[in-house]
């Protein structure tokens, strides 16, 4: 059963007092609001807070698990560094296209390059080494995706991986549905983990951030 972890009136009101997103940001919102999964997008409370982790951190190298219709990415590339670059990977072709378009209109047309496939395969050809990591696609390989990038995230680098409340389910006391059960596993796993600290943020659906030590 999925339940309202914050109020329908506080998340208006948070969107009241947070800085406007730009006008490529709210066409995408427009648009991805008359699809299926609208859901799925970051939104503009939790998009400017990626934004400005982005703009503290000045990430040189960034990688999304998960692209999506490209909201995030535009969010986190406004904080890269001058010269720095942001991997987005997709599954889905259909989103990725989308993405692309999207891309292709934004000041960070060069910095953004944009994998089509498997993250579990794509992950381990990318010979970098990620200042920040975000963490947004299929929630039963969450434990897979955060175990392939941490040993390639510089020390004092950052992941953050998003839905980790999982629309609530995760506060339930007998937790049912893969999804869920794979948040709360990872949830887990990031808290027996003793090479990074981290802090749960109740920002829309969870945000967690992880820093390695």
């Known amino acids: 059963?999925?339940?309202?972890?914050?109020?329908?009136?506080?998340?208006?009101?948070?969107?009241?007092?947070?800085?406007?997103?730009?006008?490529?940001?709210?066409?995408?919102?427009?648009?991805?609001?008359?699809?299926?999964?609208?859901?799925?997008?970051?939104?503009?409370?939790?998009?400017?807070?990626?934004?400005?982790?982005?703009?503290?951190t000045k990430p040189g190298r960034v990688l999304e698990v998960g692209t999506f219709m490209g909201y995030s990415a535009l969010c986190l590339a406004k904080g890269l560094a001058p010269k720095g670059e942001l991997h987005t990977l997709e599954l889905r072709k259909e989103d990725a296209d989308i993405s692309a378009n999207y891309f292709s209109k934004s000041l960070y047309r060069n910095q953004i390059i944009l994998h089509v496939g498997n993250a579990l395969d794509i992950i381990p050809t990318l010979n970098e080494t990620w200042d920040l990591v975000f963490i947004d696609a299929d929630k039963v390989n969450y434990i897979n995706y955060y175990e392939l990038t941490l040993p390639r995230l510089k020390k004092g680098g950052f992941i953050l991986a998003d839905n980790v409340l999982y629309h609530g389910e995760v506060l339930e006391e007998n937790i049912k549905g893969k999804n869920a059960k794979a948040i709360h596993g990872f949830n887990e796993h990031i808290k027996k983990d003793d090479r990074v600290q981290q802090v749960m943020m109740t920002v829309r659906d969870g945000l967690m951030l992880i820093q390695k030590k």
């Open 1 to 56: 059963m999925e339940i309202e972890i914050i109020g329908s009136k506080a998340e208006e009101y948070a969107a009241k007092f947070t800085t406007p997103t730009d006008e490529l940001l709210r066409e995408i919102e427009n648009f991805t609001m008359q699809r299926p999964h609208a859901n799925m997008l970051s939104g503009p409370v939790q998009g400017k807070l990626l934004e400005m982790i982005g703009a503290m």
